[in-house]
């Protein structure tokens, strides 16, 4: 029963990442919505038409299986020593970066100059780690939790901050899919745990979001970073002016 709930919410996430409604489904299965809405709620969507929802978004049925198997996944951080096997190797780095974004194997060798045999090779190093099942005719079944994070301060995110860094900010921040805010102010220390609390409430919601969208072509999602950083700091520019 456990299972048959895991199914019925992966589907719903990929409806929603579809842009399909409930409306779309019944007129796909020659239903009502209210019959739709009634499948949903009892859980009760046979085989034939589990399939005809799944054809309506040009997915298989163990499409949607590794949907839910990805959204049951425990790993949430990878050890010390998986990370820093995969800092030392950038295109290791490159491909784990892709399969966290949910890529196939297809859609990395389109994009980058990499062979598929050494695209494979890779992806069997990730199975090795235990970040990846790599299954029959080399589709990825993704081990790793949704809320999947690098370790804090830990060989991953060093190796972003010492490369990556500089070319991060060397924008201005002023096209409609970017944005830089800065605050400064001054907080008591319940305030700034208050605060704390609500950044990482739009972590969860960011994850959240990926997740829905995980079941659309590649073509219609995009890369993003987002940097949220907070720390109790004076302008080093002020040093100068400061009463010791």
């Given at each position: ?13 990929a ?57 049951q ?36 060798i ?57 070319e ?16 400064n ?6 305030s ?40 109790s ?12």
């Amino acid at each position: 029963m456990a299972q048959t709930s895991s199914l019925h919410k992966a589907l719903k996430k990929a409806l929603k990442a579809h842009g399909f409604t409930y409306v779309d489904v019944a007129r796909a299965l020659d239903l009502t919505e209210a019959s739709v809405k009634r499948l949903f709620s009892e859980q009760s969507f046979s085989l034939q038409r589990l399939d005809q929802v799944c054809h309506l978004m040009d997915m298989e049925i163990s499409d949607l299986v590794q949907m839910m198997n990805e959204q049951q996944a425990q790993l949430q951080q990878l050890s010390v020593e998986q990370e820093k096997e995969i800092a030392n190797d950038i295109v290791l780095l490159m491909v784990t970066v892709c399969v966290l974004n949910r890529w196939r194997l297809e859609d990395i060798i389109e994009q980058y100059k990499l062979s598929e045999a050494e695209c494979i090779r890779k992806l069997a190093l990730l199975d090795r780690l235990k970040i990846i099942e790599l299954l029959p005719k080399n589709r990825i079944k993704l081990l790793v939790a949704p809320n999947f994070t690098w370790r804090e301060n830990g060989p991953i995110q060093k190796f972003f901050q010492e490369k990556i860094q500089q070319e991060f900010f060397s924008t201005r921040f002023d096209h409609k899919d970017e944005q830089l805010i800065v605050l400064n102010g001054m907080l008591s220390k319940e305030s700034n745990a208050e605060f704390q609390r609500k950044v990482k409430k739009l972590v969860r919601e960011f994850d959240e979001l990926n997740n829905d969208d995980a079941g659309l072509p590649l073509e219609h999602r995009h890369g993003h970073t987002v940097v949220l950083a907070m720390r109790s700091w004076k302008y080093g520019l002020f040093a100068p002016y400061r009463r010791t």
